[in-house]
């Protein structure tokens, strides 16, 4: 994947709206291009799955996913180190099961995700579990399966965690989630290493928190832990995070308490648009001078850089309803699909599944691609200089991470399917729901 292309000659912002010069565009994305005119995902052609799987589709390619996990392993093979795949990316079983392959470790955030991870067939042992407010029944799930360690993030977590693993009769490894207050510079409800987010402990409480959790019979503390924000695009904040972890991992040294491990988190941004994030290998090569001179294992729980890029959501073109002010498209996908442009105001790219060029016609406007869903936030992507007809087929790039698993079924709208693709071949890794199954739990009380 290149991001180091001039952003300049993939998109030119006009007045009029945002142009995505396609064929350039795919190039700086793995696993996707234009072959002749039609757009494909590894060697499968996306009209393709929308004739045998239907829109909306999520689309994912295997390939994409191996190789940004392995841009992982192979820029931090020189220290010892755990790369934990950040479940809630997305837990598709087909997903986690090409990362269970390649040897990945999982961080979770709830039982649920646990039993999915195993589901798939992963080694517990490489589970940490992250998240502010585990309940009882994740701990006790948690302690059965023996996961690698708990991310701590408050005292009375710690006291629910050596109570059940004192019940169960276990020992319950831990790190803390220390909160290294650096700004991210991302956006605020993905920021999370900020001292008035709800996320981890204070650095000034740290070294307590350490200390009595030492004291517990059924705990065993065996790493630290920072988390910072997601979508980061620049190494700066991540060495400001480390160098405050660093210094924490010092005072605790002094104080009798060593570590096994360094847990920095995820975060690490990819390209949806025109952002310019810092590589993999780049993001490692800042990093490790300081992780070689500290000497712990390293853990990091990188979600969107392994699969955002290696997923599209396909959608067609139901109705154009230009209008004096905004021209519509409307779209078969919704917010309940991907509701990240709706929540966090993100930019995505919407490429065409056949170039238009060999339409034939030159019929550029600027669209503002919506769902049909009723409310004003349901959109899509805004002011997009494209050239659509009813039936089009789109893609919106970017959709592997935070899509599918934020999903819902307002409106009474079934999920969309998904499916992997793996050079010419392609299997449906979830069907598309019911309308009968998304209330076939439910009761009418007659009166
Ligand atoms: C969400 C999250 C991640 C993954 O973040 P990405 O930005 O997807 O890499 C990792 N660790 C924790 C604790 C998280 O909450």
Redesign the pocket.
Known sequence: MSTSQPVDTIISSTEEGLLIHPEEFVNTLPSLQYQYEALCIEDVCVDTLVQEYGTPLYVYSKQAILSAYEAYENSFAMIDHQICY?V??NSNLSVLKVLVEAGAGF?I?SRGELARVLAAGGDAKKVVF?GVGKTKKDIEAALQAGIGCF?VESVSELELIQKVARRLDKVAPISLRVNPNVDAGTHPY?S?GLRDNKFGITHEEAVAVYQQAAEFSNIQVVGIDC?IG??LTEVAPFLAALDKVIELVETLQEKGITLEHIDL????GVRYIDETPVSIADFAEALLPKLQALNLKLFL?????IVANAGILLTQVDVLKPTAHKNFAIVDAAMNDLIRPALYQAQMAVLPAVLPSSLGIDTYKCWEIVGAICETGDFLAKQRLLSLAVGDVLAITGAG?YGFVMSSNYNTRARAAEVMVSEDQHWLIRPRETIEQLFAQEQALLS
């Open positions: 950040a809630k990316a961080d955030v992250s991310n993905i999370t988390h997601s979508q988190g995820g975060g690490l729980e990188p979600g969107r850089s991470a």
